[in-house]
């Protein structure tokens, strides 16, 4: 029997032509600043870890930050769960001392957040400052910090040097992080891991509760880093014109709100 023979079924068992869904292309985002400048940010096509939206968390902990650049300014930074790696980049040109962005290690991912660091490094001068200052690196959430505290070494590639000074992060960033309830655990075990034990760093969150019913879950989140011996302060609530999905199930006010929290170590650590 020939390879390819149908068993006279004239082809019936064949898969049609558009049978698997073809992968949504990568896309581009304006962000505008509140100082009226453009930041290009590429997303990921798809992603079935949600990378492939820039989330209003991202957005407002990024207004946050140009609000007051001191919140940055001279710090060594961590984003977790960055997608674009908006905030990441503000801070860079707030003048951070060093950033780390994040996110799951999917190759895919990972180069859409180092086409933006390239990216952003074109277009703000001077050149070659946000790529020297910026890494684009795979982490899951309460996976092993040595690797991205070791970035934060004089020679900022990874090298073993500031695992070894012992030196942690100033600023956390997590934007729109809080919608896995289960991974509520590892992501305080990162900020424990990963948050320079000092009354002066801060984990910022910020989130919307895009599911307005699971609100109370998304929050639990505060009580798992109150559990782990950090302090909680709301620092923000702001209601958006519009939602960031149109059209969603639940009520409209909740999912227009953006919330944001400062967590921090206890005084006196
Ligand atoms: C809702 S998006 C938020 C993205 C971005 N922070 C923003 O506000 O635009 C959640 C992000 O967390 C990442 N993520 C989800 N689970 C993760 C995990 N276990 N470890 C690392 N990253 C994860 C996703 O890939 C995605 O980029």
Not at 57 to 66: L, M
Not at 245 to 261: C, I, S
Request: charged letters at 25%; aromatic letters at 10%.
């Amino acid at each position: 029997m020939d390879e390819g023979d149908d068993y006279g079924t004239g082809g019936l068992m064949d898969d049609p032509e558009d049978y698997y869904p073809s992968t949504p292309p990568p896309t581009q985002q304006v962000f505008t600043m509140g100082s009226g400048r453009e930041i290009v940010l590429n997303l990921v096509g798809h992603s079935p870890t949600e990378a492939h939206h820039l989330w209003n968390g991202a957005k407002i902990v990024s207004d946050y930050f140009e609000e007051d650049p001191t919140r940055v300014r001279g710090k060594t930074v961590l984003e977790l769960g960055a997608a674009s790696g908006l905030p990441s980049l503000v801070a860079g040109i707030f003048g951070a001392k060093k950033v780390v962005m994040t996110d799951f290690p999917d190759p895919d991912i990972v180069m859409t957040m180092q086409k933006n660091i390239n990216a952003c490094d074109e277009a703000f001068e001077p050149r070659g400052h946000i790529a020297k200052t910026i890494d684009a690196v795979g982490f899951v959430w309460g996976g092993d910090p040595v690797p991205l505290i070791a970035r934060l070494s004089p020679e900022g590639d990874g090298g073993a040097g500031s695992a070894a000074t012992g030196r942690r992060f100033d600023v956390l960033i997590l934007a729109d992080l809080l919608f896995r309830h289960s991974e509520h655990g590892a992501l305080v075990k990162t900020m424990r891991e990963t948050m320079e034990i000092s009354r002066h760093s801060a984990a910022y969150v910020f989130f919307t509760s895009y599911r307005p019913w699971k609100k109370d879950l998304d929050m639990g989140f505060f009580d798992v880093a109150r559990e782990a011996g950090f302090e909680v302060e709301q620092v923000l609530e702001k209601k958006l014109e519009k939602p960031l999905f149109e059209n969603d199930p639940g009520d409209l006010d909740v999912q227009k709100t953006v919330k944001g929290f400062v967590v921090r170590w206890p005084e006196g650590v």
